[in-house]
């Protein structure tokens, strides 16, 4: 196996600057995800990698050595897409054994490891059936299968699960997840989906506008958004976002809104205090921050009146009017609301996110 480098990487399509300046690490046995929204330069970023894209500047190295000219079949990757690209006319079998046939492994060989991958991957009750009478997701299976039957250093790949029915992909993430760690294989994993990136990356590297915002865990993006667009783009409801004003009362730091006033808790406004308060702020808050109520528990408890309800199952997610801005909230099922009632909210203030206005970059 191996690393995955990127040194200043750029790719431009004409006058477009699609990816610019990505710095990337991706080391030995680690699962990166790719994730952001469409356009955002992660698919240019994978194709670089595996060398069908070519770089405008910058390198790209693969273990310890610099791919920018080495051709994609001698770069020792695997790719899979959405789109299968199997033989239709050959069996399961015909199609993982194919790129050992033209590498001239023998028939052995070729049986051993052909029948190690189906092993691995619960393939061998329709080994021998033709590819073009099977289900999608076994479809995906044999195109994984295929690829990792030549034991690649990296494992590219591009939304490969994105076309498949919820509870088929939900499937497949917990098999590919499984697979990834048995191999210890190095894997690339491109997708838009915040919930997918969340359940399978060790890391996350969120991208937006071909600028690489953040890298991290997926705690550690889901906690500390370094940007109001991955703060934006993690999490499900989406954070809240509401403009403030800034003001000092007796020594303290609070933010002002028509519709409530919040004083920041001590290690916030330290935290402010040394980087300079500024007059204006974004402020954000996860619908999972807020509690709600019927009555006002607190003086800083914030009015706001019911908009729209959504049953979830194992909750509610009500969308309330604060003013002229509409916020999510996440409550138990219990709580019972109906359109146009008045409740009241209290933002969890050691969870509550301030973003510049004008960069959008965070303040804490």
Request: aromatic residues 6%; hydrophobic residues 40%; contains cysteine.
């Amino acid at each position: 196996m191996a690393e995955v480098v990127l040194k200043e990487v750029c790719k431009n399509y004409g006058k477009v600057e699609a990816v610019k300046n990505v710095n990337l690490k991706c080391e030995d046995g680690q699962f990166m995800c790719l994730l952001g929204p469409s356009g955002c330069g992660k698919s240019s970023t994978l194709r670089m990698i595996a060398g069908l894209e070519q770089i405008t500047k910058g390198e790209i190295y693969i273990g310890d050595g610099l791919v920018n000219a080495i051709p994609p079949k001698d770069r020792n990757i695997a790719m899979v897409f959405e789109t299968y690209a199997l033989y239709p006319h050959l069996s399961v079998y015909g199609n993982i054994a194919f790129p050992l046939k033209i590498r001239n492994f023998s028939k052995s060989q070729i049986d051993k490891k052909v029948k190690e991958v189906a092993e691995m991957l619960d393939m061998n009750d329709f080994l021998s059936k033709r590819v073009r009478g099977l289900g999608d997701g076994q479809k995906q299976r044999v195109s994984i299968a295929r690829a990792l039957v030549r034991e690649p250093e990296v494992f590219l790949m591009d939304e490969p699960i994105s076309h498949l029915d919820a509870k088929l992909r939900t499937r497949m993430r917990g098999e590919l997840k499984r697979l990834q760690k048995e191999t210890g294989i190095t894997c690339v994993y491109v997708t838009h989906d915040q919930i997918e990136a969340m359940a399978l990356g060790d890391k996350i590297a969120v991208m937006n506008f071909g600028v690489l915002q953040q890298v991290g865990t997926p705690q550690e993006v889901y906690d500390h958004p370094v940007t109001e667009s991955v703060a934006g783009f993690i999490g499900e409801p989406p954070m809240n976002f509401l403009d403030c004003a800034v003001a000092r009362e007796k020594g303290d730091l609070l933010l002002l809104s028509p519709s409530f006033k919040i004083y920041l808790p001590n290690k916030i406004k330290k935290t402010i205090e040394q980087k300079g308060v500024p007059s204006e702020v974004l402020m954000g808050v996860r619908p999972t921050d807020i509690e709600v109520s019927r009555e006002k528990s607190d003086p800083e408890s914030i009015r706001a009146e019911v908009y729209t309800i959504e049953p979830r199952g194992d909750g509610l997610v009500l969308t309330v009017k604060l003013g002229k801005n509409l916020v999510r909230v996440e409550c138990a099922e219990e709580f019972k609301s109906r359109t146009g009632d008045t409740i009241w909210l209290n933002p969890e203030k050691e969870r509550i996110h301030l973003f510049d206005k004008s960069t959008g970059v965070s303040l804490i």
